[in-house]
């Protein structure tokens, strides 16, 4: 297997029931320092499959493989491999109980065994780099939701992490603060980190993306870079879709 | 009216002066929150164990892989059932007899029995109460913790605890009241407590009014003492959350 590849799924599949196919063999591998950008219609299973490759979805056939091991396995601990795979939510699920640092220390604290003064310093370095350093002693109920969404990008980040998955992280902020939140997105995509990014923001994928993958009905129909998808679309169903959303 | 004091008076040496009687009132009391405070936590404890094996069961067993663990984990959420229905099936004097009587026929330690009884009572109470704080909690901060690298357990602990626990502060408050006031009870299986000692005093002085109201007061001190303790407390988890 190719060194470079990070994550890689094997003929992925979740059922729900008899009828719900969310994933239907689904075969993605995703490369280092690559950012790859997940677009479909709703219900596509965009969020399933992105679910599935930090087994928050446990999938109901096929395999996982994160740095060529197959977290699948039920013999594997997940829980260590979860820690170099950072996830970015929807709803930003910042912890409310808990200010912004101890958001970004508890992690590294609890599970890296670093000690407060320096999962501090490192948390506050990753805040100053988003803009808010000032806020550190804050409650996430006192913030806006894109300072919400940058402080749950960073408390993903101060795990170290070897890659960076987000489920549509600008869907649930008000337009004004989209921008900021995906500028901390292209910053980190420009430092390097591998990404796998469920958006809507087809902006985003044509800017920063190294590969669009277009899926529908819980399937890969094409994937390509963004100027192959977005300006030569081959199947009729990504055309569809493109027109749908450009075109709003 | 001077009269009516002066008869008050005779009654109060009568009933917790002569004899040092106040002693039994003070012991009793002693007993009350004694009971009271070690079954509150031997409750927590329990109803914590419970509602972790309940709610884990209620999130994930039906989505887990056939095999040893999901077996092992529809067995005790079983048992919980079980321990929930016959507790809250029957009445805690019953349960306190069948304690004293026959679980620990052989000790005479009444207090530590009273615990047990009560205890083993308030964990099936706590225990509805926890889960329904842990099922109020968001599935995306449970996910979150996960998706860091915490597990089940810690993600709980971490997490999902703290947060549930503020948000069932208030009915557990009102929980250890209730248990306050029900071990009033336990004067059945002979141990002096703060009832029992007031109906001591009745029984020795054939005075009603004055124990009987004295032990009343006594317990509604203590009841609107924990409530404003509570709502302190209430005030100031709050206010660490904005
Ligand atoms: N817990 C569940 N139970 C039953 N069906 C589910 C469940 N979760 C997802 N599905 C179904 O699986 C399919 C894929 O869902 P998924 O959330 O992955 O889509 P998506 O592409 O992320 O959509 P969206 O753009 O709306 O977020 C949908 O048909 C959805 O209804
Ligand atoms: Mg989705």
Known sequence: ?248 | MSEFFQTLQADFIKCFITKDRWKLIWDGLGSTLQITLFACLMGIAIGLVVAVIRSTYDKNGKEMRNGAAKALLSVVNWICNVYLTVIRGTPVVVQLMIMYYIVFASSRNSVMIAVVAFGINSGAYVAEIFRSGIMSIDQGQFEAGRSLGFGYISTMLYIVFPQAFKSVLPTLANEFIVLLKETSVAGYVAIQDLTKGGDIIRGATYETFMPLLTVAAIYLILVIFFTRLVSILERRLRNSER
Not at chain 1, 21 to 31: D, R, S
Not at chain 1, 37 to 56: A, C, M, Q
Not at chain 1, 79 to 101: A, E, Y
């Open chain 1, 1 to 248: 297997m190719n060194d470079n590849v990070i994550i890689r799924t094997e003929n992925l599949c979740k059922y729900y029931g008899e009828k719900i196919h969310a994933l239907e063999m689904v075969n993605a591998e995703i490369k280092k320092g690559e950012v790859v950008v997940v677009i479909g219609p709703s219900g596509s299973g965009k969020s399933t499959f992105l679910r599935s490759l930090n087994l928050l979805e446990t999938a109901t056939s096929g395999k996982v493989y994160f740095e060529g091991v197959d977290i699948t396995d039920p013999k594997v601990n997940i829980n260590i491999h979860r820690q170099k795979m950072g996830m970015v939510f929807q709803q930003f699920n910042l912890f409310p109980h808990m200010t912004v640092l101890k958001n970004l220390t508890l992690a590294p604290m609890k599970l890296k065994g670093m000690k407060a003064e320096k999962a501090e310093e490192l948390a506050l370095r990753m805040l100053d780099k988003v803009g808010l350093k000032d806020r550190a002693n804050a409650y996430p109920s006192q913030l806006s939701g894109g300072q919400k969404q940058r402080v749950a990008i960073v408390r993903a980040l101060c795990m170290n992490p070897e890659v960076m998955l987000f489920d549509e992280p600008t869907s649930a902020l008000d337009p004004e603060m989209v921008g900021e939140v995906l500028q901390v997105m292209k910053d980190l995509a420009k430092e390097g980190m591998t990404m796998v990014v469920v958006t809507h923001e087809m902006g985003f994928a044509k800017e920063v993306a190294d590969r669009v993958i277009f899926m529908a009905e819980g399937a890969i129909i094409e994937e390509g870079t963004p100027d192959e998808i977005f300006s030569n679309p081959g199947d009729e169903r990504t055309q569809g879709f493109l027109k749908s959303v450009l075109n709003v």
